[in-house]
């Protein structure tokens, strides 16, 4: 979904988030419509875009910790955060395996 959000940034040549809740374990791809590089109550929801972790191809994988975490491209595809990148922890469903993807503020991701 990461690259999925990027190149919707550069394709509507404007701002794309991906919001990762973990309290729903729900992630989703939204217009930052107000450039608050979080999703607010102003932004749009892009049509068919959620996934919900723990049913359907993804019944395996929970998103793991707690609150949310979203990562917004702008226009140019690139990352906007302050400290260079942002993060996620993808966990198995028993909790036994855990990967961390990390993307950079060119929008490259690498898990670990």
Not at 58 to 64: H, Q, Y
Not at 84 to 107: F, K, P
């Amino acid at each position: 979904m990461v690259v999925r959000a990027r190149l919707e940034a550069l394709r509507t040549n404007g701002p794309i988030g991906l919001h990762l809740d973990r309290g729903t374990q729900r992630a989703f791809l939204f217009s930052d419509a107000d450039l608050s590089l979080t999703y607010t109550t102003g932004d749009t929801v892009l049509g068919s875009s959620s996934v919900v972790y723990g049913a359907g191809d993804v019944a395996r994988v929970r998103l793991s910790g707690t609150g949310t975490s979203t990562f917004v491209f702008d226009a140019r595809g690139v990352l906007r955060t302050n400290t260079g990148s942002a993060s996620a922890v993808l966990t198995s469903r028993a909790g036994t395996t855990s990967r961390t993807v990390t993307v950079n503020a060119q929008g490259r991701s690498t898990v670990q």
